[in-house]
């Protein structure tokens, strides 16, 4: 356990992070699944909103980011064109 107040002030600033850093990990991955369960382009650009967000606050990095969008792009045009 942390000694000193600055410590202390850390560790809370560590927990209240890693929670919103969870919360918003979970609703981004709840989503991508939703959309590959059925895509559709109003789920794809749920996605979209949610990667960008999560990229923004850096919970995740950019380049992964832009990389699901295109990968989960790409089924969306496979299921249409299968369709």
């Given at each position: 356990?942390?000694?000193?107040?600055?410590?202390?002030?850390?560790?809370?600033?560590?927990?209240?992070?890693?929670?919103?850093?969870?919360?918003?990990?979970?609703?981004?991955?709840?989503?991508?699944?939703?959309?590959?369960?059925?895509?559709?382009?109003?789920?794809?650009?749920a996605?979209?909103?949610?990667?960008?967000?999560?990229?923004?606050?850096?919970?995740?990095?950019?380049?992964?980011?832009?990389?699901?969008?295109?990968?989960?792009?790409?089924?969306?045009?496979?299921?249409?064109?299968r369709?």
């Open positions: 356990m942390p000694v000193s107040r600055s410590a202390k002030k850390a560790l809370r600033q560590t927990v209240r992070r890693r929670a919103k850093n969870l919360s918003v990990k979970k609703t981004l991955s709840e989503t991508v699944k939703k959309y590959k369960k059925s895509p559709s382009a109003e789920l794809l650009a996605v979209y909103q949610k990667l960008d967000k999560a990229a923004k606050v850096n919970v995740i990095k950019k380049n992964k980011a832009a990389r699901l969008k295109s990968r989960l792009s790409k089924l969306l045009g496979t299921r249409v064109s369709s």
